[in-house]
């Protein structure tokens, strides 16, 4: 396979060849069977090419501008403190533990003592690589197949620390786990994210990701893994608000178990160039997933998000609403995908997509999609995408509203149907705010 | 108090398509005014025209009110100077609640200076003056938390649309068909409603093809629109005498107006009302 115009500067590097995964490998204290996973990964990474764009996930991407020589892991430690990088989801929250990384590096962590004794685990996912290596070892990639992608293999191979959660059998953490990502300007993050909640157990987590300002670039590659076990219930909160020269690629998965309930919801800021894969799994029966997803994009933001809900068991539901609004020149692709296994009778399937356009030149492209092998199952799907209303623009004004409070105001109603499924007030109010400080002045 | 609003020699077209012909109107504050006139002669466009919709362009003549020239302004700026206008099919705005609407427009409204961004009215004030608004025109306090016009039934529309007249309280009000698409009751609602909001504490243009909505609110001119101009004026009995009779004599007095009219009709276009 010849690589293309889309990919042909992407090899041009040294930053990411043999002699950095050499000295990364020289660098760290992993265990064995964790050096042993890298190499496999690498192996990977060397052996195939990176995405083909007539491939479709990748059709209605756009990597021409990335050049990976111009980005270098962090392996020296040499960790450069993203400053003045902005926390949203923490304004009125009482949290029970936290994480923080910079580049990718975790550099803070705090978790209650009472969670503690009660044998939840919140850490450095290279510390708990060697303090928990048997659970770590058993989830860690478990979802996430490196041979993906190109960039999911990098990640597999190089990835740098993350956020290890773990919440035992019948353990409820009530107060929110907070977790943050800082990236300097020009810097890489290719942190994991690995969350167990065992039968019975139940957990809010919100991580953001954030640049110290709106301009920076950087690289982030990385990867989410949220596994459920029987009658768990998990709230995931991801704020994507990375500066708007980042490029953004991240392989996110969740497997639910057996009675669980999942509720995810997928607020998208950030990046110049963003291509998630984001999938969720149904894996036994009496499984529930929520996903939600507010993106909101300017400029020539490009964000590109590959959806699946696939039910793997019977009895199983999963609803799914993606919203965005795009001004400017930006983009969102979105592609969605339900998929229904031989014998997962009585699924209950729902995904809807809905795009406002602010501008003349932004463009959204929402492809659903319908893969059903059982003949007693309900699967919906359905999507929207329009200008806003000059008429609803009219009528604010007529009632006074500045034609950018209306376009203000319209905005947030579209967002409305999202922020009534998020049940965490606090979320609602953070992005609520973020999406304010976004909507430009219309004349 | 003393204003007054002054249409001059008004011409507007839709499309480039002349839908009014040099109309001519002054409204003092605390009258009631009607208009009247058949399907697409050009009432609502007057409406839409004064309250500034973009799609109506005004060719030559001026709206004024007192010294202010309308014109010359967007339509949030009327609005904040004192023009008001019920729609007779207000949109519906999903996901943003009468309540916070509101709000909102009585705040930019009452203080036509607030830039964006600074303080709404206190929502306490705001809540306790919505609430007593609504029981005095016996509205469900239910409306409050609906998204504005989502769902709501033709009667719950024009209801909403008397409550926001109540709460920006203008200095003028033009009411599009008010009565339309209601039943009986609710049409006599509406118009008890309008006159206890409105009677002589604002000038009141009251489009309608019926007397039935001016039965509280007997107008003391009535005028006659027929190919975009106003072709008569005269006081509550004529708009007796048309509804009773309809426009037969009308179209027959003014014959130049009635080809207009006809003219008008003929390339009707999805905007022309």
Known sequence: MTTSAMTDKLDSTETFGQPAFDRLLEKRIDPA?????????????????????????????????????????????????????????????????????????????????GLAAQGVVVGSLSRCARDHSALVERYLHSLICPKSDRFAALQAAMWSDGYFVYVPRNVRVEKPIHLHSAMGDGQVDLSHTLIVLESGAEATVLFESSSPDVTAKGLHCGGVELIQHGNSHLRYVNLQDWGKGCWHFAHQRASVGRDSQLQWTVA??????????????????????????????????????????????P??????????????????????????SEGAQKTDGYQRNDNLMLSDAARADSIPGLEINADDVR????????????????????????RSEAIRMIVTGFFQQIFDRITIQTVREALGAAIARQVRQYE | MSHILQIENLHVSVNDKPILRGVNLVIKFGETHALMGPNGSGKSTLGLAIAGHPNYQITQGSIKLDDANLTEMEADERSRAGVFMAFQRPVAIPGVKTADFLRHAATNVRRPDRKEGQDLIPMREFRKELKSKMEQLKIDPDFARRYVNDGFSGGEMKRAEILTMAMLSPKFAILDETD??????????????????????????????????????????????????????????????????????????????????????????PLAV
């Open chain 1, 33 to 113: 069977w964790l050096t042993a996973k890298r190499k496999q990964a690498w192996e990977v990474f060397q052996s195939i090419d990176w995405p083909n764009p007539r491939d479709e996930n990748w059709m209605r991407s756009e990597l021409r501008g990335l050049r990976l020589s111009k980005f270098a892991p962090n392996i020296d430690e040499s960790v450069e403190i993203a400053e003045g990088t902005p926390v949203r989801l923490l304004e009125g929250v009482d949290v029970s533990a936290g994480l923080r990384s910079v580049n990718g590096v975790v550099v803070s962590e705090s978790l209650d003592e």
């Open chain 1, 268 to 313: 998208a800021m950030g990046a110049k160039f963003a291509q998630v894969d984001q999938r969720v799994e149904l894996v036994e029966p009496g499984a529930r997933s929520q996903v939600n997803g507010v993106m909101f994009t300017q400029d020539r933001q490009h964000l590109v998000y590959n959806t699946l809900q696939h039910h793997k068991a």
């Open chain 1, 315 to 340: 009895h199983c539901t999963s609803d799914f609403l993606y919203k965005s609004v795009l001004q400017d020149r930006s983009r969102t692709v979105w592609r969605g995908m339900i998929k229904v």
């Open chain 1, 379 to 402: 699967c919906t799907h359905g999507s929207t995408s329009g200008r806003v209303d000059e008429e609803l623009i009219f009528y604010a004004q007529s009632r006074g509203f500045t």
């Open chain 2, 180 to 269: 339309s698409g209601l039943d009986a009751d609710a049409v006599r609602l509406a118009s008890a409603s309008i006159a206890e909001i409105g009677r002589d504490k604002m000038g009141l243009l009251i489009i309608t093809h019926h007397d039935k909505l001016l039965e509280h609110n007997p107008p003391q001119f009535t005028h006659v629109m027929l190919g975009g101009r106003i072709v008569e004026t005269g006081g509550a009995e004529l708009a007796r005498e048309l509804h009773d009779q309809g426009y037969d004599r009308i179209r027959k007095s003014y014959p130049d107006a009635e080809a207009a009219n006809q003219q008008m009709l003929a390339k009707e276009e």
